[in-house]
């Protein structure tokens, strides 16, 4: 059972679910500006506040009508149409996008490498 977040706690997720931004979030729920990255990556592996900011993502998410599967069809869109015209880089970007939604790319504190991960980007 989760317990209650603090009120500074309560803030960070707010001010984290805006950005994403741990630093900014932790620097903005009162934290010290010196410690504000530490204190970032520290809250953010604390299991509460975890289940918390993945609660208001789902809230969001829920909100604003999109689903996963909505964010992979556009970002496969995206993907395909900078294949077609050349552009390596926002095609790079779309498919990191796709690997993100899909787990395949997480934050270094949940790092957990099993098995071989394979990832073919081609260029026209």
Do not use: C, H, W
């Amino acid at each position: 059972m989760s317990k209650k977040l603090t009120a500074k706690q309560q803030r960070f997720k707010d001010e984290y679910l805006i950005d994403n931004n741990a630093t900014q979030a932790a620097i903005r729920a009162g934290y010290s500006k010196k410690t504000a990255k530490s204190q970032g990556q520290r809250l953010l592996t604390n299991v509460d506040i975890k289940a918390a900011i993945k609660a208001g993502q789902k809230d969001i998410a829920k909100r604003n009508g999109l689903t996963i599967d909505d964010i992979l069809d556009e970002l496969e869109e995206a993907r395909k149409i900078a294949k077609e015209e050349g552009k390596g880089a926002p095609m790079v970007a779309a498919s990191m996008g796709k690997a993100k939604l899909l787990g395949l790319i997480v934050d270094k504190a949940e790092t957990k490498t099993e098995g071989n991960i394979s990832i073919d980007i081609s260029f026209k």
